[in-house]
Structure formats: C-alpha cells, structure tokens
DNA sequence: GGCCCACGGGAAAACTCTTTCCTAGCCTAG
DNA sequence: CTAGGCTAGGAAAGAGTTTTCCCGTGGGCC
C-alpha cells in the first residue's frame, strides 16, 4: 500500500504458498487449489492490494486486452456516436478500449495500426469511409493481414472490400430510396453536394442518388453536382460555391448530415429559407443534429448499433477465412427540412 | 514477415550482433554505438519487419506509454470536443490513449483507473463534473493517490477539489456574466433549468446567475429553478415540467448548451417561440451545436483547448505535489436565441 | 613505456507473469 | 500388497525487452 507495487511474488511469499499456486489462484486457471491455500491467497493480495501487472500478463499469455478504434476525428458527431457503440461493446466485455484518431490521413493511420499490432492488441475496428485510391487501400489491406496473422482480429464500419469483417450500410438503396421520396414530393431538379470524389461512401450515395434519377427519366445537371469536404464547413463551402454560379435546383441533396448542416447555414446567410426557398436533405441521421430547425429529411442509420456490432464481429465471432459482411439499410426519414416546390 | 512475431533476438542473430547492442540501436539509447553495428542492426529489422513488443518495454522500462481518458459519454459533444483536444496532444507525443467512459458511474470510474493503473498507463485525464457526493469523492481521491503513488500522473477538466492538476472554467464568474447581459437586455424574471442538483458544476452555473441576479435586485422565484438529468432529454423533460405549472419568466437559462437544446425543442412542441415568446441561453457554446436556430446564446468555452491543456499538464509537466490549476473565463456569446422581453 | 580512462561490445540479470513439467501423496483396482 | 492413475503443489522455464555489469582495446598523458 505504501508506494510503487507489489507482485504477484511477494503475495505468494505473504501467503506462504508458490508463485505458481498464487498465479492460479487469483487469474482461476483451469488447475484446481485447494479451498485452504484459495482463501490464504485472496487474503494476502486483498491484504497487500495486489493488482497484476498488465503488462506481465500480456507478455506471458502473448494476448492482450487490448482493442482499437480508429476513426478521422473523435469530435465529428458521426464518428462519437459510432464510438459509443463500441465502447459499449468492450466495456462489457471487460476489454480496454484504444481510440486513435486519423485526421483522415492514411500514414497516420498505418501508424497507429503498427502501435497496436506492437501492443498485440486483440482487435480493431476500423470507422471511416474507405477512399477509392488503390495504393493507399493496399497498403491498408497489408496492414490489415500482418495484424491478422499476429492473431488479430479487424472489423470495418463503412467500408467495404477490405480483408476484414465489415458492418456498412447500404448506402446505395438508401440514397435512391430518398430520391424516390424527394421526387414524390415533386422535386425535379436536383443539387449535389457530393463531397470528395474519392471516398467511397460519397460515391456510393451519389450514385444511388443518380440511379434513382435517370430511372425517374430525370436528369442531374452536370453544374449541380458540387465536390467538397465531407465536413460541416465543406458542406458550408460547397453551398456557397453552387449559389455563386446560380442553380435551378429546387432540393439539395447533401450526402451526409454534416455536410447538410453547413448547407443550412450558408442559405440561412444568403437570405434564403429552407425549405420555402430550397429542400434540403441529407443522409445519416446524427443524433445531435436532430433538433436543428427545420428538421433535417434523411435517412436514418443505427450509427450506435454499426458500431456495437462492428464490435461484436471482431471479438465474438471465430476467425474466419472469408469476411462477413452486415449490411444494414437505411431509412428515410421525412422532416422539414424537405417540402414540395413551390415553382 | 510469414507469421507471428519477430523478436529483437532474431534481429540481432541476422544482424550477427548481441541483443544488447540490437536493443541500443532500434530504442536509441544513451550509449553509443558504432555506425557500423548501427547500419547492420537497422537494416536487420527492416528487413525482417521487426516490431518491438510493447508489453516487453513497458515491462522491462517499467514504464507504458498509455494514456487514459474517462469520459461520461463519448456521444454527447461536449466530451468528445475535450476529447479531441486531448488526442490531440497525445498523439503528437506518440502516446496511446485509453478511451473509458463511465457512464456516468462511480463505480465503473473507479474499475476503469484500476485498470489503467494495472497497464501503468503514464498519466490519465478525467473530465466530466464532480457530484458533491462526499462519499465518491473520497473514494476517487483515493483512486487518484494510488495512481499517483505509483508514478502516474492525474489531470481533471472541470473537477476542481481533487488530488491532482485541473483545468476549470470559471462557471460562477460566465454565468454570472451572462445573467448580467440578459438583464441588460431587459430581462427580469428568469428560470432556470439547474441539472442534476449532486453536479458540481451545474450548481456552479446555478449559483453564479443567482448571485448576479441578486446583485441587480433581482429574486429568483423558487418555481423557477426546475432540477433534472444534464443532457438534452433532460432539459426537453424538465421545460415540459417547467411550462406545464406556467411561468412568468421571460428568459430560460439551461446550465449547458445539450440541456438547452432539449429545451428549445420542447417549447418549440409547445408552440412556443424562441425568443419572441421566451428567450433560451445556455452555456459552453458546443461547436456541433452552433448551426442550431435560433442560434443559442451562450457561454463560450474552449473545449478542445481545455482537453488540451488537460493532456499537457498530465503529461509534460514535473509532478509536483500541490495540484495546479488552470482557471479558463468562458466567454459570453449573444446571439438570436435571446432578444429583449416584449411583455 | 606504463597508467588511467573512455569507449564500444556482449553476457546476463531483471522486469512480472503464465504454464509446463516434475514430484509426492493418496486412492483404487487387480 | 503393489502398480497405476489422479491430484495438488512447487520449481523452473519461458515470454521479449532493457539495463547493469564486466571486459578488451585504444588513446592520451606524464
């Protein structure tokens, strides 16, 4: 109790019992002791406030407790709510939970992938839309099979194609879905804000936008498909940008939530009301975002549920050869942010 | 690089030198080596992908390289801005940050320290407001000492009275000063919606607007102040509670900005304005929560810089023996949600 | 030329556990 | 009554590093 530690060696010495009894009794190995010996043992370490050390346990056992999380910006609503899943998981499991942080940069990220393989961590779930650049998803892919062979177990959220177990949604279904619905409403034109070209989740929800377009015989006007960051201030950035140049678009379509809500702000600051002026829809469903006003239309994903069962892919299941794939849909949801045109 | 490991044994071997000699050039430690060995070694490990095995240092160094940081609840973005600043700092540092959440719970807070005591975690940071429970409060002091007494350091954000370096807003002082605002806007009856009546900082908040309150004259009708859970569904539940017996207030202070966010979400299912009807401010000024409208009259606080700040007094600065703390003034920020009383 | 010291290298101990292997004792079956 | 098997305990061998301690060489100084 007084300072520093104390060892597993000076609570068998306490108990006057070996180093290997007192191991046995206090991790409950499968070889049995004796009731007498047990009690001794607890006592003295209870006595002594012994706590193993983490690090001797790893080592010995050659497996940790340990498991990441890597995501591009722990602030982002839609990576904390992601996060709040997993964590859920791994803390019931009694497993430590890792958080790295990307910035979206895939060196960083190969970077605190080597940590945790150097860490011998359990597993890693991987958040964030994949980018569309071969080489830097191979080199992610060969990131990905050193830790499997060391015996590590990765899950992916949003983004398919990896070797590694994935929880994605169905961005594709769910983007048309909400086209068909903005369409109902009567929509005809529509603006884009895209996000970058190179992410895959962008991608996919811009295609399924579209497809659901041409299959309505409607047309999206090169101009009105507008490419930025897939943040609050690129979506900010990109709204001003398309009203620079004009549009005829009576609904814009954002292809996440972030990047709608930044869409609101630049039309709120160019005078123009959503959604008298222009609709506004985005994709997500971020649960902080819920009470802007109006209320945004989107389509909702269970962001906590993605990441508890990212979680339980990579710690409950076997290792399996062949990745799993949990695609969850999406649902439409119809707010104000999104009405009927009114030219 | 076929599987598993490769050990710095089988670097040496290859390198045709000792382990010792192997471990002073990959670590770099205080003793030269001679560019010759130097080369071999470094080409060794590339060659066979050498990784060193964290559990092995933090065993032999007796000293880890993780972090911890406990949170109430990663979702709520008033945790995961702090957040962001601590992984800020900590991955500039190449350090390893352990994500725990507590949920809130004394218990869980404490099972959490253990275990970041067990990995020898270098330092940890504990955010989220002290309950005036005097019980909990020993025991985690206690926690803290342990942490402490076997070399690891404690920084808190917003929980001043603990063993340990703390940055702090001035809750008494923003509150107070954005009370004074609001009268100048002409207010004169206020209510308030309080949080949790055990939170420390919640009652700071309280006490502040209070005393500012009285110092203009002003009484605080007991009705007025209505008690409930810190977060957004709290403050939509207690402003149903506060407007279901009636007010005559003319202004609605939350003690933060989530609290706020419910509240205007329920007046705003009430039928009510903000603030034509009622004026809402809150406190913290939560970026996520910056695009709502009207936009939230507020109380400023850096978040991201206190998590920071946080990280950097755990990490870079000597132990010392009476805990410093930082004092961070919040920021009175008047935007639309609030405007003079028309009644 | 001898003495001392600095330097670079390696052997081995240390770090704290887990787990294998060995042994003594007891029980049972033949 | 003894061989064989089972049990509970302990000694010791790892696990992969870091670091201490020791040794030989070479250089500087008188």
Redesign the pocket.
């Known amino acids: 109790m007084e300072s520093g530690?104390?060892?597993?060696?000076q609570v068998a010495e306490h108990a006057?019992?070996?180093?290997?009894?007192?191991?046995?009794v206090?991790?409950g190995?499968t070889?049995?002791?004796?009731q007498?010996?047990?009690d001794k043992v607890t006592a003295s370490a209870r006595e002594l406030g012994?706590?193993?050390?983490a690090s001797?346990?790893t080592?010995?056992?050659?497996s940790s407790s340990l498991v990441g999380l890597l995501v591009h910006d722990i602030s982002d609503p839609y990576f904390s709510s992601i996060a709040a899943g997993v964590t859920r998981h791994t803390e019931e499991q009694g497993l430590v939970l890792v958080l790295g942080t990307t910035g979206r940069s895939a060196q960083q990220e190969g970077r605190i992938l080597a940590t945790l393989r150097a860490h011998r961590a359990r597993a890693v779930v991987l958040v964030g839309s994949r980018s569309t650049d071969e080489e830097s998803n191979r080199r992610l892919s060969e990131e990905i099979r050193m830790f499997r062979r060391q015996g590590g177990q990765v899950a992916c959220v949003s983004q398919e194609g990896l070797p590694a177990d994935t929880v994605t949604p169905d961005n594709h279904t769910g983007a048309a879905e909400l086209a068909r619905r903005l369409i109902a409403q009567g929509h005809r034109e529509f603006a884009i804000l895209a996000g970058p070209t190179d992410l895959q989740t962008a991608r996919e929800r811009l295609d399924g936008f579209h497809s659901a377009l041409s299959g309505a015989g409607l047309e999206l006007a090169h101009h009105n498909v507008v490419h930025g960051a897939f943040t609050r201030d690129g979506g900010y950035e990109s709204t001003r940008r398309l009203m620079a140049v004009g549009t005829d678009a009576t609904c814009l379509f954002a292809v996440n939530d972030v990047m709608a809500t930044g869409a609101m702000a630049a039309l709120r600051d160019l005078g123009l009301r959503v959604p008298a002026d222009l609709s506004v829809a985005g994709f997500d469903d971020i649960p902080t975002l819920r009470d802007l006003t109006p209320a945004l239309t989107t389509v909702r994903l269970p962001l906590e549920e993605m990441g508890e069962r990212a979680a339980m892919l990579a710690l409950d299941g076997e290792p399996e050869d062949r990745p799993r794939v949990i695609t969850v849909r999406g649902e439409v949801v119809e707010r104000e942010s999104t009405a009927p045109p009114t030219r």
């Not at 006057?16 to 009894?21: D, E, I, P, R």
């Not at 070889?31 to 004796?34: A, D, E, P, T």
């Not at 012994?50 to 050390?53: R, T």
């Open positions: 530690y104390v060892t597993l060696e006057g019992v070996s180093l290997a009894t007192a191991s046995r206090i991790n190995s070889r049995q002791v004796s007498r010996l047990r012994y706590l193993a050390n001797a346990q080592l010995a056992r050659n």
